[in-house]
């Protein structure tokens, strides 16, 4: 294995670990009583501070054009502003376990919104890990022993909405394209964008966050929840460039699951069989769904427009 082999995944293995970590954090954070749009707030602004600062290191500016500027108003909302709403209701009743588990299906959303859109061909065995994906979710919310509560079962809702919409996220860029931003840009952009409708809605909701009046780890928790994933999205963005995007997207399997044993380690969680089995048909599912890749450069340099390459580089984005 070459130097540059090992740094690819030693990449991979941090980030996904990392990443997975988020949502046990996330879990500790709704879990104080604090609630989904003061959360995003502040994420937002820690996630703006590091990826601005990022960019002003590289003597790289944030566009502000008006082509610029539907880009980062689209993933503030289907990337940022829905999804994370939809992610934190759930986590109010939702072990962050499943969470994790329903954030998996995010490939399997995406590829048939990329087939209707003409992004994606039909595969049969790509077409079967949609299939799988569904049943790994049956598997979650039809036996009596999967869910800690029934009465949660509205709240995996709003996990499968957070996943629907990230992988809306994916497939609109790809077919929108980029604008000439890299993914660093169109984050930072997205973050600052997202600002302005998370302190309004903070506040007409009455989740609004006062810094300091909450416990000191809470506080921390929800600092971490976006300095990792500012960090970790640019490590995900480095193994793009560096080990293309079917390599990338192994990520989505760390990232499962090291948040499913985070949320045991550090949440005490536990789950049935029922769930452990849903877990295994959805890797499945992701196996299946992944990109596969192309047998030679002239085939490459044949799909690969700059709308193809940017959906595969987002079609598995972790939130």
């Given at each position: ?21 988020t ?62 709403a ?38 049969p065995m ?117 080990g ?19 949320a ?56």
């Amino acid at each position: 294995m070459t130097a540059q082999s090992r740094a690819l995944f030693a990449v991979l293995i941090v980030t996904g670990v990392a990443w997975g970590l988020t949502m046990p954090f996330s879990k500790i954070v709704v879990a104080s009583g604090y609630r989904h749009f003061g959360i995003i707030f502040w994420q937002q602004v820690v996630c703006a501070a590091i990826l601005l600062g990022w960019l002003a290191l590289r003597q790289r500016r944030l566009p502000l054009t008006a082509t610029a500027l539907r880009r980062y108003l689209f993933i503030a909302l289907f990337g940022t502003i829905i999804p994370n709403a939809g992610s934190y209701i759930a986590q109010e009743r939702l072990p962050a376990g499943l969470v994790s588990v329903c954030f998996a299906l995010i490939p399997m959303m995406a590829l048939p919104l990329a087939l209707a859109v003409r992004l994606e061909r039909p595969e049969p065995m790509r077409l079967l890990g949609i299939l799988a994906g569904m049943v790994g979710i049956l598997l979650i919310v039809l036996p009596d022993a999967s869910l800690p509560d029934p009465s949660a079962l509205p709240f995996v809702l709003f996990a499968l909405a957070a996943a629907f919409c990230y992988a809306v996220e994916g497939v609109g860029l790809g077919k929108l394209g980029t604008a000439g931003l890299d993914p660093i840009q169109l984050l930072a952009g997205a973050a600052v964008v997202s600002l302005f409708f998370a302190l309004p809605l903070s506040l007409v909701t009455g989740s609004w966050i006062t810094p300091g009046q909450g416990a000191l780890r809470i506080d921390l928790a929800l600092v971490a929840v976006a300095a990792i994933h500012a960090l970790c999205y640019a490590g995900y963005v480095w193994m793009v460039g560096h080990g293309g995007a079917i390599f990338a997207a192994q990520v989505s399997y760390i990232v499962t699951g090291s948040g499913v044993v985070w949320a045991m380690i550090l949440l005490g969680e536990r789950y049935s069989l029922w769930v452990w089995m849903a877990i295994a048909v959805v890797f499945i599912g992701l196996f299946l769904v992944q990109p596969r890749p192309v047998r030679n450069q002239n085939r490459a340099n044949a799909v690969s427009s700059p709308e193809a390459k940017d959906f595969a580089a987002d079609q598995s984005r972790a939130p």
